[in-house]
């Protein structure tokens, strides 16, 4: 910033001008001085204009950013909540396919029970037509003996 450039000029007129004996003042050019203070005078509208500008940006990029990280946090949000629907469906099918299986198990229990049920009959109504047979057998079997 020139304004800086300028006031060390003044800085520098004051530590080089000549100082009065037994004191701390110097002597320095009035002409030199207004000189420089005219220019301050000059460039200070301009840097402040400056400032202003980087101060404006600097509050333009701000926004933005808060705009964005806006943005993103609505994004996020959206996507969680795509998830947790997606969740709750996976949850929901996995529950349907459990309820699916437990009734194909008992369903298949019932079948198995069934089943032995009706072999236990047809082997109980052959052990009863064997024993039939058997004793049929046994009958002719003493006759045979009777008969020699």
């Known amino acids: 910033m020139k304004v800086f450039e300028l006031l060390k000029e003044i800085e520098q007129i004051v530590e ?78 996995t529950m349907q396919a459990e309820n699916i299986v437990s009734g194909a198990q008992v369903s298949a229990k019932e079948l198995r029970v069934g089943t032995q049920h009706y072999a236990d009959k047809v082997l109980y109504n052959l052990q009863l037509q064997l024993k039939t047979l058997n004793e049929e057998i046994e009958k002719n079997r003493k006759e045979l003996k009777t008969i020699q």
Do not use: W
Request: no cysteine; hydrophobic share 35%; net charge negative.
């Open 16 to 93: 080089k001008g000549n100082t009065l004996p037994f004191s701390s003042k110097a002597l320095v050019s009035p002409e030199e001085i207004i000189e420089i203070v005219d220019e301050i005078r000059a460039q200070l509208p301009k840097e402040i204009e400056e400032a202003k500008k980087i101060v404006e940006t600097q509050d333009s990029v701000i926004n933005e950013a808060q705009s964005e990280a806006n943005r993103i946090k609505q994004d996020a949000e959206y996507r969680l909540k795509e998830l947790i629907d997606t969740n709750a469906i996976t949850k929901n099918a």
